[in-house]
């Protein structure tokens, strides 16, 4: 009985001396990403940013630029309390010629900086990042406990490309991961797959669900604007919409859609199929349907900013999610944030928020179980309400910002308060 009291004391201790060291502490956080387009690593990663030096801390972030037809979020991150420094050889796809020059660029900046933290996001940036971190660290360049955190939004090997690429993204992660102080995963299942890889202890990681700002999605947008929305594409007033909000690029899975409308625009006159986003296979989806006879049913939207994303989806009806990999898309529990439901293939960290009585998980690439749960939804009004309050009732905590956040600067506290 006495050892048990000792040890409730000797715990209350370490988390009230963990408090206040993230009460008093002002750490000096370098944030490193590959590109700030748009996309739910680039949004979750400006709302810690942005939070992070709400709450005090002095806060940088690296980026490369915004190539290719994604768009970019260079106005979010200004006049938002941080630091933000392109570097402009910091590039997605794999070149020496870039590379090199980037590693030591972003090696030269943390050495200016002296970070506290170097917390790094995304493939490429994940892999640079934390060598360059690690190769300053315990050295007249940084101070001593200078701790190196990565998130996890989706990993680099995946069941869609040779084995060979594989092993060689493993390899690669795996060293990175000697460099890697702690891990945290957008979701449980990055973690599971990253475990299963051998690429860290189970201690080193944690789950922060990536956050949304929610106050957007929960605000009810006026009849009159949804109405408008939906004049401006030509939808009809009585149409059911189920929409998509994805790049369109290859592994997104906008083709298995364009394959159940066949089916179900026979069956269902009032169905339109709303594809919102932009990227190298429009043209090719917009022939496919045009040769199906189906571009009357399909309406593309193009790219959209970020803030247009609850019109859009209030203005839906359904969320329909058939991307192949995917940390966790956030476009489902914005979905759901807007009480709709949402269909996703079942990938990734989607069963973490899509479950039976939120929407429908489906297997992946079967066009036949999209079909029925499509048309499950279409006409069943009344299931479409009853799953969409319960999926805003499920996500509303798990995805707000603050409990994102807490969590990050939780491990931040922990990696600076214990010498490794």
Partial sequence: MQLRGTCEIRATNILYSAFCFLCTYTMRIVHVITRLILGGAQENTLITCKLLAERGHDVTLITGPALG????????????GFEFIIVDNLRRQINPFHDVPAYFHLKKLLRDLKPDIVHTHSAKAGILGRFAAHSIRN??????NTRIVHTIHGLAFHPYQSSMLNKFYIAVEKAAAERTDFFISVADAMTNQALAAGIAAPEKYVTA??????????SPIPEQQRQDFRRKYDIPADAVVLVTIARLF?????DFIIESAKELSRKFENVTWLFVGDGILTDQYKQQVKELGLENRFR???LLPPDQIPLVIQSSDILVHCSLREGLARTLPQAMLCSRPAISFDVDGAREVVIDSTGRLIEPKNVEQLIAACAELIENRPLREKLGRQGRDSVKQKFAPNTMVDTIETVYSKLLSHES
């Fill in 69 to 80: 037809p994604e768009g970019d979020l260079y106005d979010q991150a200004k006049g938002q």
């Fill in 139 to 144: 050295t007249q360049y940084a101070i001593r």
């Fill in 209 to 218: 669900y990536s956050a949304i700002e929610e106050d957007d999605f929960l």
């Fill in 250 to 254: 290859h592994l997104k899975g906008h």
């Fill in 300 to 302: 593309f939207t193009g």
